[in-house]
């Protein structure tokens, strides 16, 4: 079965990949500094905080998330996950996106050659349904699909 939501580009692009899924806030900072310390590709998130994420690899994956917490470094982080091929495949926001992950996430476009494509105001609903695993395509539009 397959199940579409319709969010708010915050970032264009397309992306296919697996979910991971938070329904705590993500702190980018806490998640990535010790792979980008040690240039570990697959960013293994270390954010002893987020059980749901800690230790599982976040490059490449949908991060489905409610909202960022944590530094004001955050924006920054993504960017140099992006600019080291370290970055998540996507950001998924189920509720609006903050200034600071969208400004991480629009560095990641314009200065890097990766997208970050990123979607917010996915919904309740969304975060509710996606499960780790379940394969998502985002589309230009804003559209997620989500199968599973």
């Known amino acids: 079965m397959m199940r579409e939501f319709q969010g708010r580009v915050v970032v264009p692009g397309a992306a296919k990949a697996e979910a991971l899924v938070t329904t705590k806030g993500f702190n980018t900072l806490a998640s990535f500094q010790k792979s980008l310390m040690k240039s570990d590709l697959r960013a293994i998130c270390s954010d002893q905080n987020n059980p749901d994420l800690f230790g599982k690899a976040l490059a490449g994956k949908a991060i489905c998330l409610p909202r960022t917490i944590g530094s004001t470094t955050g924006g920054m982080v993504l960017?140099?996950?992006s600019a080291?091929?370290?970055a998540p495949a996507c950001l998924l926001f189920s509720e609006p996106i903050d200034s600071l992950a969208a400004a991480g996430a629009i560095l990641s476009d314009?200065?890097?050659?990766?997208?970050?494509p990123t979607?917010?105001?996915l919904g309740e609903d969304f975060l509710e349904y996606v499960k780790e695993g379940m394969l998502i395509e985002v589309m230009e539009d804003g559209i997620v699909r989500v199968e599973g």
């Open 119 to 121: 979607v917010d105001s």
């Open 84 to 86: 080291m091929g370290a």
């Open 110 to 116: 314009v200065w890097t050659e990766s997208s970050l």
């Open 79 to 81: 960017y140099c996950a």
